[in-house]
């Protein structure tokens, strides 16, 4: 049976929405025939340490991670730059990739879906694609009934993965959904985005973390 290596790169670890969605194509890999996967979460430093070791020896990778100001966790980041060491090997493993953002576009995640697949190229492992999901904080709220389909097409994903080795353009596509949001869409969002509901989650994730109190804070800004 072909292996899987799951590597989750939220600094949320289990409770994250990159889990969430990487648990659906794991379901969907299992199910087209591929052995029950290794997951390891790039947040806790032994997983770390043991996910730098495991890369050398998987079959297929699959690493999902948030979209962190355009860009990425510096949490992953570190793991990518602990990989030079297989630069140049001849047996790199395949590699995936999911990426999810906060805000709904996914045009948001491209600039690093490109560097994800030149990653791949300059490891010489081939790339299996990347999958991009917008809206991805609203995992943290809403229950498995709403996510039918977006679960479908992820199962979908991993089962293409087990059966042909990599991601079917068409299934990426619709995962992504719109490029951009319609001027309709837009205007509709900017109206929910003030409504008290949609301020109440952000003030309480803002509590929980501690950080109320410097909401204002621009520490990069000029004196
Ligand atoms: C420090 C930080 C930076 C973020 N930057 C972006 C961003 O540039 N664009 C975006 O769409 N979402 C951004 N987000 C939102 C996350 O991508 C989003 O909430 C994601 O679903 C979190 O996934 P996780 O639970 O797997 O960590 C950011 C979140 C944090 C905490």
Redesign the pocket.
Not at 15 to 21: D, E, I, L
């Given at each position: 049976m072909d292996s899987l290596l799951l590597l989750?790169?939220?600094?949320?670890g289990p409770?994250?929405?990159?889990?969430?969605?990487l648990t659906q194509v794991a379901q969907g890999w299992q199910a087209g025939g591929g052995a029950e996967p290794t997951v390891l979460h790039l947040a806790r430093s032994a997983d770390f340490d043991r996910a730098v070791i495991e890369i050398g020896r998987a079959g297929k990778v699959l690493l999902?991670?948030?979209?962190?100001?355009?860009?990425m966790?510096g949490l992953v980041l570190g793991f990518i730059e602990a990989l030079e060491p297989l630069i140049g090997r001849e047996d790199n493993p395949r590699l995936g990739f999911l990426v999810?953002?906060?805000?709904?576009?996914p045009l948001?995640?491209r600039g690093l879906e490109r560097y994800l697949m030149k990653l791949a190229m300059r490891l010489g492992s081939p790339h299996v694609g990347t999958i991009v999901r917008?809206?991805?904080?609203?995992?943290?709220v809403m229950p498995d009934q709403a996510l039918g389909k977006l679960f479908a097409r992820l199962q979908d994903l991993g089962e293409q993965l087990a059966r042909e080795g990599r991601f079917d353009p068409e299934t990426l596509r619709q995962v992504a959904g719109r490029e951009r949001l319609s001027p309709v869409s837009a205007a509709a969002m900017f109206v929910a985005l003030k409504m008290p509901i949609t301020q109440f989650y952000w003030t309480q994730q803002l509590k929980k973390n501690r950080a109320w109190q410097r909401r204002f804070d621009a520490p990069h800004a000029s004196a």
């Open positions: 989750n790169g939220s600094p949320r409770r994250s929405n990159s889990m969430r969605m999902g991670l948030p979209l962190y100001t355009d860009s966790p999810q953002s906060g805000f709904m576009e948001h995640s917008g809206g991805g904080e609203a995992l943290q």
